[in-house]
């Protein structure tokens, strides 16, 4: 026998022993569950259905609990009192970057020098409140009118059948490209805007592509066909949102202005920029298309609810000064006078939103719950919240919580209600389809605008049936989260 064959059987008992070294708790740390599996632990369960795995954990070791996945203990925590002592936790001790780097390397394969996302957020910031928030809102609104209501007159009059999800997550993620990435530069014509419309649905469709093997991408689970195709797919992404051809833009928002200065003051070549400005449009749009879709199904699916939006927005339109075909923005304060619109939406996130809120334990530390225990977390181990499960799915904070009730965030005279309960005590984190703490999504108050003008314009200016009204509603795809 060769030493080589001997150094690779030692190797390998090596890593055999490795694998199945099993962790054990510590005084005071959060139950343990390791699986049955040396090293993959729960991963297949927790790769093929999170939200039930997690509910089975939950059941057998209460609110908060490690477990074993491919190779890594997670710690999950469950319980919405307790939320604000993880997501307002210094950097220093819990790291929210760490995992969202990992993630941009691997599915759009930007690695910036001297990356510092903190910093990033703070540059970002600016320019998606106050005034620059308006002045997307009111681009956004133009561009919707032009994507939406000029592809309507091109295919004509009469009635069209089109996939609702394509429906809502093409016009939306068309208008938000021209709002945040710029449109064709003046004069603005018939003809220029039928460029905009070609131009942007050409990055849709590209996009879509990409978006489809994104959660094989964050796996890590491509096949070999998939690797082609996603690599032909990002360097088609690449081309079209390249600097250079975004430099002849007009009407590009501050937004975009201020990223692309923030790249240049890091040194990034402009094929790293072409890379980071695909990964922006996924993080800018990507959500605002299927959020839209399921509010919109929710409300083909209950007429109920449909009526009471219906009859909302036509009163917007009779206090306004002038028709909706002349109307060339929705100001803040007529979106802000939409509570039944803002209970369907907030409605609609609870149920069908599903982002996981990580962090990676950076020191050994004790997490103070609410109800005044205290566990010990290791440092290199990952802490996870699933609001999805608590508090959006919870039967205590919500009656019949699979059930969609469109003014389930309403309070009996019309306001949005606030007050939930949970141990007889008022949840400060309710829902979390955005976020929260630290990492709270920035721009939330542009997509929520976004959203709402989507679904005014729609409710207004067309008339909405579903070609097979008695097929039950879709299951939600918790793969994006």
């Known amino acids: 026998m060769s030493w080589a064959v001997v150094l690779g059987l030692l190797a390998a008992l090596l890593l055999l022993l490795l694998l199945t070294r099993r962790r054990t708790r510590r005084p005071g740390e959060p139950p343990l569950d390791l699986g049955s599996i040396p090293w993959l632990g729960h991963a297949l369960e927790f790769g093929k259905d ?40 210094p950097r220093s001790r819990l790291d929210f970057h760490a ?22 957020k703070s540059k970002m910031k600016p320019t998606l409140l106050h005034k620059e928030l308006q002045a997307l809102t009111d681009a956004m609104y133009t561009n919707l009118r032009t994507v939406l209501l000029g592809d309507t007159m091109e295919a004509g009059s009469g009635w069209h059948e089109m996939g609702l999800l394509e429906f809502s997550y093409s016009f939306l993620l068309r208008a938000g490209y021209l709002t945040q990435y710029g449109v064709e530069a003046p004069p603005h014509t018939q003809e220029s805007q039928a460029q905009d419309r070609i131009h942007s649905a050409d990055v849709f469709h590209t996009f879509r592509q990409l978006d489809l093997l994104l959660p094989k991408l964050a796996r890590g689970s491509l096949s070999a066909g998939d690797k082609d ?41 402009e094929e790293l920029q072409a890379r980071a400005l695909v990964l922006q449009l996924w993080a ?44 060339t923005t929705l100001p803040q304060k007529v979106l802000d006078s939409m509570p039944v619109l803002d209970s369907v939406l907030s409605e609609s996130l609870r149920l069908t939103a599903a982002p996981f ?60 209600k606030k007050d939930f309960y949970k141990d007889g005590k008022r949840l400060k984190n309710y829902s979390l389809p955005w976020g929260a ?23 207004m200016q067309f008339d909405l049936e579903l070609t097979t009204p008695d097929v039950d509603i879709p299951e939600f795809d918790l793969s994006r989260k």
Request: with cysteine; proline share 6%.
């Open 229 to 269: 195709q996603a690599g032909k797919v990002k360097g088609r992404l690449w081309k079209l949102l390249s600097p250079a051809r975004l430099a002849t833009r007009a009407h590009r928002s501050k937004w975009l202005e201020s990223y692309l200065l923030h790249l240049e003051e890091m040194g990034v070549s």
């Open 99 to 120: 995992y969202a780097v990992f993630l941009m390397e691997r599915i759009f394969d930007v690695q910036l020098p001297h990356y510092n996302p903190g910093d990033e």
């Open 50 to 89: 999170a939200a039930g795995f997690l509910t089975r954990m939950k059941e057998k070791h209460g609110d908060i609990f490690t477990v074993l996945v491919g190779g890594r203990h997670i710690t999950v925590l469950l319980d919405p009192h307790s939320y604000d002592a993880v997501v307002w936790e």
């Open 437 to 459: 703490g630290h990492n709270q999504c920035l721009g939330k108050g542009y997509a929520i605008n976004s959203i709402k003008q989507f679904v005014f314009l729609v409710l």
């Open 357 to 416: 809120i990580t962090r990676e334990v950076v020191a050994d530390l004790a997490l103070p719950m609410a109800d005044g225990r205290e566990f010990s977390l290791r440092r290199g181990d990952r802490l996870l919240l699933f609001p999805f499960l608590s508090p959006q799915k919870d039967p205590e904070i919500y009656t019949d919580p699979e059930i969609f009730k469109y003014n389930r965030f309403l309070n009996p005279d019309g306001s949005e």
């Open 284 to 327: 800018t749009q990507g959500n605002m298309g299927p959020a839209a879709f399921w509010l919109l199904l929710f409300l083909l699916k209950n007429p109920e609810a449909l009526a009471a939006v219906r009859g909302e927005l036509e009163t917007v339109l009779l206090g306004a000064e002038q028709p909706i075909s002349q109307m």
